[in-house]
DNA sequence: GCCAACGTTGGC
DNA sequence: GCCAACGTTGGC
């Protein structure tokens, strides 16, 4: 696993409420802490590299969409709060010498003057396959194709 | 607050 | 290993 040189590109979902775009900002860096399923799980473990980019996705707010930019600084992070005994993301079943919560940290980039629309990337047919606008997609961390990422750099960041 | 889609759990 | 019940996500 993560032998790939190439660079990858993510997109990382936060309610803002709990941890924004600003929050990053202020903080630096982050460990992607809490998640609790398997496939985001396994995209973080086996597949994020250091320096992979990611669209940092405001979800259940007002505008959901991607709120701004941040890149991959760790990887193979024991996630801390799966031994927190009284957190809200403790797992009773994961061991310390086998933990089974692995993630990745990730430092601020950039914030969007405005946000880009969850609406306005679902109007473009060129992103209709994009993972993100499939129907029932829900996971909290998914894999962008290089296309995608560059396309809407390029359409969007000179407007926002 | 509703609800559809999806993931997880647990009995059998 | 199936599948029903339940919980969660997240847009609207």
Redesign the pocket.
Known sequence: MKEKSTKNFWLL?S?PDAFSIDDLQKNKKEIWSGV????ARNFMRDQMCLGDECFFYH???DV?GIAGLCKVTKVNVVDPTQFEGKGEYFDPKSKIDNPSWICVEVSFVEKFKNIIP??VL?ADPKLSTMRLL???????VQPVTEKEFTYIKNKFLPMV
């Not at 609790?36 to 496939?39: G, M």
């Not at 499939?134 to 909290?140: D, F, V």
């Open positions: 979902k309610e609790r399923n398997y496939q979800s259940s707010c959901p969850l609406s679902r499939q129907p029932g997609s829900r996971l909290s």
